[in-house]
């Protein structure tokens, strides 16, 4: 009989715990009730918001809801926006039925995805339905290829392979280069193969070239060692902080010390918990965003991240998502018409008029004077980093 | 009481056709009206597939008591060799429906053969090492795919495990199956009715086996190892028709994902995805197809429609998962369906007997 009660009590407490979660739900922002004559934009967005890469979609989420909400309070703004967040569990599947929600939901134009496997799955649907797409983070260029209605903000991965192995060659950074890349990841297997190929053209020797398939790896001394005993002078990483902080340990216990290269995946190697941070000093990376900036929109925008999220650094993620919510408003100001009754097809047809026009450019965190093909890729200028004392120092 | 009880399992088999039936015309009658949002309207065929994986694992777990945690892995075989299949038919075949039906078999075929090739050893072993097992080859099969680049030009099929440039293509050559990035780009041909065509025929198809002499040993091998074998009963044959016929269907099912989607990678069929498919299992019933069906059908819609309390709704699903066990599960409750049930038969045999009484006293006068 006890064992009974201890049941029902059980079954009661689910219960009751599934109703007052069920009562938490919802944190979609709603443009402000007091919005007088101002019109509202409905902006979708989607990214991985639990799962492996929720540290991603959850960055981008954040800086585009700083941004949001600045657009929000302007006393003078004509415009509002209702955000509209989605999870796609990094998953295409998922990232489909987000996609679908939003469109119930009736999203004018989507944010995202922030990760390139459910961009790709979602882009056709998009397409065929002409709901305008920016990516604030998918860097494949298989996202944008054949698609006039996805645009990206961030450099697709041959540009950042490209470029890398152009500012190496340029500055004479080394002229053995060791690549190691994570090649069961798209993103690092991307940089990685435009890379070789412009090393190749650029007479850069890579001697030696290792992989490895999981960014949950811990053991990266074979990689190293290999990289040593070939004479490597420069490691080039494209993959991100986690693995990267750890090749960084392991190859100064090993006592070799060459030059470390990274891409924008490795934004963040500073704020790991336990890494020891004098240990990056002097490593490089290829980032389009600074947090230590001292120009005014960047100080600004930290300072509100860090004043909303506990304190937390915005990472590159952040700003791109912050980037891509002020893209698609100075656009829809730009164009001067009232967007806010503009079905999702016709706004489409606005943004892509607006984005690839010549007249267009958009600065922002992560680039000055953006501009967009008509392919829907971004121009903007590269910017390197070196970290020095404990802070990213441009080179 | 043979004839009887055959009689009763050909009533339940219909039963299962005629609900796959009644869901296909409710959606159809919906869509047609416009009162199906676009959100479940893309749902349909992953319904219809994770059903399909549902049966036929139900086919491995319940009826063959074995259990296997690499369903996924025959998944993503059919799914990755129906979309090379599909793209390779292009030029040949034009009509769409027929294309997906070849692309289906061939998905089939080679996830059937993997199902022969894993069963050989993994047969021969019992309970948890069976399911180590399998759970090491739904990881293996994810890794090999990893690595898998697959390309097709003018010259035909081009495979390696190296890299997309180790393919030699000439310059018309398309990357089908590109590694870790999977195969992106596939031209969506799946259709909810395509999808319910081949649930009717995995429905059809495991039905009568199990309703077979086949279906019965396997049973009788499930139930009593030692007594089965004594009787004579090829143990490991028995074990491998279910075995064999649950991977086909798998692969099956995959193909119709893949080509629902304009992207898979092989990371998506990982051992959460099995998991996900046993869940469906355990939680309809084990070696009850029509509970899996259901089951598979409402975990998959029930994220969906749990998508407004956001972060929270992966708490909400687990709890409601929880909740759902605790409560099939509960003798009170089961009692109490018991005696409803009994009580319903006894008010329906007594109208029928007053009725009867009726109609012979109104025959009598």
Excluded at chain 1, 341 to 349: G, R, T, V, Y
Excluded at chain 2, 271 to 276: A, D, P
């Amino acid at each position: 009989m006890k064992m009974k009660k201890s049941r029902i009590l059980a079954l009661l407490l689910a219960l009751s715990m599934c109703f007052a979660l069920a009562a938490c739900g919802g944190d979609k922002t709603p443009a402000p009730e007091t919005n007088g004559d101002k019109a509202v934009l409905k902006l979708g967005f989607i990214g991985p918001l639990t799962g492996g890469a929720a540290l991603y979609g959850e960055s981008a989420k954040r800086g585009a809801e700083i941004a949001v909400d600045e657009i929000n309070a302007m006393t003078d703004g004509k415009l509002t926006i209702e955000f509209n967040p989605q999870d796609d569990e990094h998953d295409s599947e998922k990232a489909v039925y987000a996609y679908q929600q939003l469109k119930d939901q009736g999203a004018q134009a989507v944010i995202g995805c922030v990760t390139t496997t459910p961009c790709l799955a979602v882009a056709p649907d998009a397409n065929a339905d002409r709901m305008f797409m920016l990516t604030p983070s998918a860097t494949s260029p298989k996202v944008t290829e054949g698609r006039d209605n996805v645009y990206q903000i961030c450099f697709s991965d041959p540009t950042m392979g490209n470029e890398s192995a152009q500012f190496i060659k340029d500055k004479a950074l080394a002229s053995k280069v060791a690549l190691i890349y994570n090649n069961a990841d798209a993103y690092s297997q991307g940089i990685a193969t435009a890379f070789k190929a412009k090393a190749a053209e650029l007479g850069l020797q890579i001697v030696s070239e290792t992989t490895f398939a999981s960014d949950d790896e811990k053991d990266f001394t074979v990689q190293l060692q290999d990289a040593k005993t070939k004479g490597a002078e420069l490691i080039f990483m494209p993959i991100y902080y986690n693995p990267a902080s750890l090749i960084i340990k392991q190859a100064a216990d090993m006592s070799y010390a060459p030059k470390f290269f990274g891409c924008d995946g490795m934004d963040g190697i500073l704020g790991i918990e336990g890494f020891d941070k004098t240990l990056a000093e002097g490593v490089m990376l290829m980032t389009p965003f600074n947090a230590d900036g001292q120009d005014d929109a960047t100080k600004k925008f930290v300072e509100s991240y860090k004043a909303k999220y506990n304190g937390e650094i915005p990472s590159q993620f952040a700003a791109d998502g912050y980037d891509c919510v002020y893209a698609i408003y100075n656009a829809a100001m730009a164009s001067g018409e009232d967007v806010s009754k503009m079905s999702a097809a016709d706004f489409c047809e606005l943004m892509i008029k607006t984005f690839s026009s010549d007249t267009f450019t958009f600065s922002g965190l992560t680039g000055e004077n953006m501009t967009w093909s008509k392919t829907g890729e971004v121009a903007k200028n590269t910017t390197v980093f070196e970290i020095k004392g404990g802070v990213y120092a441009p080179m | 009481m043979k004839l009887l009880r055959n009689h009763r399992a050909g009533l339940d088999g219909f039963i299962n056709y005629g609900l796959v039936l009644v869901f296909y015309f409710i959606m159809q009658f919906l869509q047609n009206g416009g009162n199906l949002t676009s959100t479940f309207t893309s749902q349909l065929v992953p319904i219809c597939v994770y059903m399909i994986m549902a049966i036929s694992l139900n086919l491995v777990v319940g009826i063959s008591g074995e259990l296997s945690l690499g369903h996924a892995g025959f998944m993503s075989v059919g799914a990755f060799s129906g979309v090379v299949a599909s793209a390779s038919l292009m030029e040949s075949v034009s009509s769409a429906p027929l294309r997906l039906a070849l692309a289906i078999l061939i998905g089939g075929i080679v996830a059937a053969l993997a199902g022969v090739l894993i069963g050989i050893p993994v047969l021969r072993l019992n309970g948890d090492y069976l399911a180590i097992v399998t759970l090491a080859f739904g990881e293996i099969i994810k890794n090999v795919i990893n690595c898998l680049y697959v390309g097709l030009d003018n010259a035909g099929l081009h495979i390696s495990i190296k890299s997309a440039e180790a393919l030699g293509m000439d310059t018309a050559g398309k990357l089908l199956i590109n590694g870790p990035i999977g195969a992106a780009g596939v031209t969506r041909i799946s259709s909810f009715f395509s999808a319910i065509v081949l649930l009717l025929i995995t429905l059809f198809v495991v039905q009568n086996l199990i309703h077979s002499r086949s279906g019965r040993a396997i049973m009788a091998i499930r139930d009593n190892r030692i007594a089965a074998e004594s009787t004579g009963l090829n143990i490991i044959k028995y074990k491998m028709m279910a075995f064999v016929t649950s991977a086909a269907f798998a692969g099956m099912a995959g193909t119709l994902y893949a080509l629902n989607l304009s992207t898979v990678v092989a990371k998506k069929f990982d051992f959460n995805t099995s998991i996900l498919v046993l869940v469906f299992v355990v939680l309809g019933g084990l070696g009850n197809l029509r509970g899996s069906m259901i089951a598979a059908a409402l975990l998959t819609i029930l994220p969906e429609l749990l998508r407004e309390y956001q972060e929270y709704r992966m708490l909400v699903y687990s709890i409601i998962l929880i909740l759902v066990m605790l409560i099939t599960n509960n003798d009170t409750l089961k009692d109490m369906k018991q005696r409803a049930v009994m009580k319903i038969k006894t008010v329906l045999n007594g109208s029928n007997k007053s009725t009867k009484a009726k109609q012979a006293g109104g025959a009598e006068s």
